[in-house]
Structure formats: C-alpha cells, structure tokens
C-alpha cells in the first residue's frame, strides 16, 4: 500500500467516527424534541382549563366591582339626602328650639329669685394700688368654708 492509500483509509475511519458521533447526538436531540414537544402538550392541555377558571374569576369579579359601585353610588345619594333633611331640621327646628330654651331660662331665672341660703351677691371688689379691700378677705374666706 501506497501513503496515499493510507491517508484515504484513515480520513475514511474518522469520517465514520465523526459521522456516528454525529448519528448519537441527532438521536438524542431527537428524543430532547420529543420529550419537548409532550411536555408543550401537557403544558397546554392543562393551561386551557386553568385560562378558562382565570377568564371566569375576572368575569365575577367584574361582576361584584359593579354591584359594588352601584351601592356606593346609592350610598353617596342617601348621604345627600340625609344631609339636605339635616340641614332642614337645624334650620326649621334650630332657630326656635333655641329662643325657647332662652325664654324657659329666663323664667326660670324670673321666677326663682333669690333663694335663702345663697348669700346674697356682693359688690365687686375695690383694689386700691397696692392694696385689697378688707371686704375681699372675707369673700375668700367664705369660699375656703364652702368646700
């Protein structure tokens, strides 16, 4: 044999190494690609039910965002009314209430006169410069027996 045949015959060996190196990596990418393509599948099939819970959660809770928004609605409109129907009552009612109350103190007042154990008002106080009246001693003295 010549070296060229030699040369042909070791490049032809390590064609056919490469090419079954080759032949096992295609094969197992093909099972990867498989093993890809079901787990996709399986992905999908349990996605579908899981998107059509999700799309009927958001559908109802929709559904209670706008009940809610009409009772708050209707809230806000019953606090209006309760503050029209208060601001009526003060002004209807308020004004009176309030002269009476003072007419009935009044008489109350008119009536009562002085009773015999309240001592009757003393005069106010005369502060000379310096000094206090001897009359203010006493008042204060009087106070300290009361308690």
């Known amino acids: 044999m010549s070296g060229g045949e030699v040369a042909g015959i070791l490049v032809a060996v390590f064609w056919a190494i490469l090419v079954s190196f080759l032949a096992v990596a295609l094969a197992r990418l093909a099972q990867t690609l498989k093993a890809t393509t079901k ?25 209670q965002i706008d009940r809610v928004d009409a009772i708050a609605t209707d809230v806000q409109e019953v606090t209006s009314n309760a503050s029209a129907l208060s601001t009526t009552v003060a002004s209807t009612f308020g004004g009176p209430l309030v002269k009476v109350a003072a007419f009935g103190y009044g008489v109350r007042r008119a009536l009562g006169g002085r009773k015999e154990d309240v001592p009757a008002k003393s005069p106010r106080r005369t502060v000379i410069v310096g000094r206090t009246v001897p009359a203010a001693r006493r008042r204060r003295d009087l106070r300290g027996k009361r308690d």
């Open 39 to 63: 787990l996709v599948a399986d992905v999908t099939d349990q996605a579908v039910p899981l998107l059509a819970d999700a799309s009927a959660a958001v559908r109802s809770a929709q559904t």
